[in-house]
C-alpha cells in the first residue's frame, strides 16, 4: 500500500537552490513540493505528516567510495553490508557506492557475484559497486563491457600496492582505452608504489617500524607523480579520469591544471584529509595505528589546498573511504611493522556531520555541502536525478537535518562495527533527525527504524558529469 508521505515546514536544501517548501513522497519518490503555506501545499493530503520546522531538508547522502567486509591485509573491513548501511543512514547518507574486487587470475564476474551475495538482503539502505580491476587481461578487458551494460559503470586501478591491486602502466592504458569505448569511467588510486615499496623496506631496515613512518614512505611527490602520469594515461586513452581519496596539495594541483586545459579529469577527497593530519599518526603507543591508511594522512598545511579545490571544484566530491579496521587484534597486526597495518579508516556515519561543520566553520557554502556529498556523486556515477536531489520524480531519499543540535562524535555512541573513533571527542553543531529511503523511515526522530533487505541494488547508467 502507498503511503502519501508530506514533510512540512523545513528548509529544503539541494545543490541548487534553499527554499522553504513542503515536500510531498507518494509510492517512494518525490511526488512535488511547493511553498510551505502556498495554497498548492495546503491542498495536499496525507496519510502521515512529518513537521520539518527548524530543520534541514537535505537529499540523502551519497558516498561513492566505500569497503564494506574488504578483505585486506590479511584481515576484513569490520563494518559488514549490514552494520556499514545502518551505520551510514545514522548519518544520513542513503546511498553507497562499494567496491566488489577482482583478485588476480579470476574473472571480474567471480569477483562482483561474491559482492552481490555479500550485500544482497543485507543493506538498510540502496548500494550500487564500482568494481576493482586487479588483473586487467584480455578477458577482463572484454567482461568491462559486460559490467558495464549491467550497470557496474566504474573501474578502480591500482598504482599502488604491488603484488595485490597493482596495475602496471600498460595495463591502466589498455584499461583507460576499453572505458573510452564503452563510457566506464576509471578511478585512480594514484601513488608509486613500486617506489614506496623501496622506501617501505629501506624504512623498516632501519628501525623505522612506527605508523608514522607510513605517512613519511607514502611521500607528496609520489601521490603527485602518480596522479599526473594517470592523467597523462587518460589523456592518450582519451577517457575520463576520477582520481580517488587526494590528499596532498600538489595532486589538486595536477588536478587543477589537467582541469584548467579542459580535460575530463576529475577528484574525490575524503573527510580523514580534511579533519586529520600527520599529527594523529605520530600518536604515541601506538595510537597513530588508527589512521593509517592510503593515500596517507598528510601534514595539516595541506588541508587548505584540499578546502580550496572544493570551493573552485578542482575537487568535485567528498567520500568517506570508509575501511574501518578495530584497533583491537586488526591495526595491532601492524605493532612492530608499520607496513602490516592493515590500510584504512571509519568514517561512513561522520561525513555528512563533519561537512556541515565545515559550512559552520565557512570553508564551504550550505549548496556546496550538499553539491559535493550528495549531487556530484549521483551525476559522477549514473545515480542522477534518482538519487542526490529533491525533486519531482526522485527517489524520497531525503533527511531531515537539524543545524542547531549538538554533539561529541564518539566511539561510545557511533554505530560503526568499529572499537574507535578516528574523530572521536570532536564537537560537531548540526545532527541528523530523520531519515527516509524511498520513503520508508530508516531514522525516525533519533530512533532507528530501519530494516536489513530494504536497499536494493542500484544499476548504473554511465558518468553524467562530462
Ligand atoms: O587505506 C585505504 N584507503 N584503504 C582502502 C583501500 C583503498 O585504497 O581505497
Ligand atoms: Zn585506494
Ligand atoms: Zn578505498
Redesign the pocket.
Known amino acids: 500500500m502507498s503511503i502519501r508521505t508530506l514533510i512540512s515546514g523545513g528548509l529544503v536544501v539541494t545543490a541548487s537552490d534553499e527554499l522553504h517548501a513542503d515536500v510531498l513522497v507518494e509510492d517512494g519518490r518525490v511526488a512535488a513540493l511547493a511553498a510551505h503555506g502556498s495554497a498548492a501545499a495546503a491542498a495536499w493530503t496525507a496519510d502521515r505528516t512529518i513537521d520539518a520546522s527548524g530543520k534541514y531538508v537535505i537529499p540523502g547522502g551519497v558516498d561513492a567510495?566505500t569497503?564494506m567486509e574488504?578483505p585486506?591485509g590479511g584481515t576484513s573491513a569490520s563494518d559488514t553490508f549490514e552494520t556499514g548501511t545502518r551505520a551510514a543512514a545514522w548519518g544520513g547518507t542513503t546511498t553507497i557506492v562499494d567496491?566488489a574486487v577482482q583478485s588476480v587470475g579470476h574473472a571480474l564476474r567471480e569477483g562482483l557475484d561474491t559482492w552481490y551475495d555479500k550485500a544482497d538482503g543485507k543493506c538498510a539502505i540502496d548500494y550500487a559497486f564500482h568494481m576493482i580491476l586487479s588483473d586487467v587481461n584480455e578477458g577482463t578487458l572484454k567482461e568491462m563491457d559486460l559490467l558495464v551494460g549491467e550497470g557496474v559503470t566504474s573501474f578502480?586501478l591500482?598504482m599502488?600496492?604491488p603484488g595485490v591491486?597493482y596495475s602496471d602502466d600498460g595495463q591502466i592504458l589498455r584499461a583507460m582505452q576499453r572505458a573510452s569505448g564503452n563510457g566506464g569511467l576509471i578511478m585512480m588510486?594514484a601513488e608509486n608504489g613500486i617506489a614506496i615499496d623501496v622506501l617501505v623496506e629501506q624504512a623498516l631496515a632501519r628501525g623505522e617500524t612506527d605508523p608514522r613512518h607510513h605517512g613519511e614512505v607514502r611521500k607528496v611527490l609520489l601521490e603527485a607523480e602518480a596522479t599526473h602520469r594517470a592523467i597523462q594515461l587518460a589523456r592518450v586513452a582519451g577517457s575520463p579520469l576520477y582520481v580517488?581519496?587526494v590528499s596532498a596539495e600538489e595532486a589538486v594541483a595536477e588536478l587543477a591544471g589537467a582541469r584548467d586545459k579542459g580535460l575530463p579529469v576529475f577528484g574525490e577527497t575524503c573527510p580523514q584529509y580534511l579533519f586529520l593530519s600527520t599529527d594523529n599518526l605520530a600518536e604515541p603507543d601506538f595510537q597513530g595505528a588508527k589512521y593509517?591508511?592510503?593515500?596517507p594522512l598528510r601534514p595539516r598545511e595541506h588541508q587548505a589546498a584540499l578546502w580550496r579545490g572544493l570551493r573552485t571544484n578542482d575537487l568535485q566530491v567528498v567520500s568517506t573511504?570508509h575501511?574501518p579496521f578495530c584497533f583491537r587484534g586488526q591495526k595491532e597486526l601492524g605493532r612492530g611493522d608499520f607496513s602490516k597495518i592493515p590500510?584504512?579508516?571509519p568514517g561512513v556515519e561522520n561525513r555528512m556531520d563533519l561537512l556541515h561543520q565545515a559550512v559552520l566553520d565557512g570553508h564551504i557554502s550550505r549548496r556546496r555541502w550538499i553539491e559535493i556529498a550528495c549531487a556530484t556523486p549521483a551525476r559522477m556515477f549514473g545515480l542522477y536525478p534518482q538519487k542526490g536531489t529533491i525533486a519531482p520524480g526522485s527517489d524520497a531519499d531525503i533527511v531531515l537535518y537539524d543545524p542547531h543540535a549538538e554533539q561529541v562524535i564518539s566511539a561510545e555512541t557511533h554505530h560503526m562495527n568499529v572499537d574507535y573513533s578516528a574523530y572521536e571527542g570532536r564537537r560537531i553543531t548540526g545532527r541528523v533527525d530523520t531519515v527516509l529511503s524511498r520513503g520508508e523511515l530508516v531514522i525516525d526522530r533519533r530512533e532507528y527504524a530501519g530494516r536489513p533487505g530494504h536497499g536494493v541494488f542500484l544499476p548504473r547508467s554511465t558518468c553524467q558529469y562530462l
Open positions: 567510495h569497503h574488504l585486506f567496491f578502480k591500482f599502488a600496492y591491486f588510486h580517488v581519496h593509517v591508511c592510503s593515500t573511504d575501511c590500510n584504512g579508516l
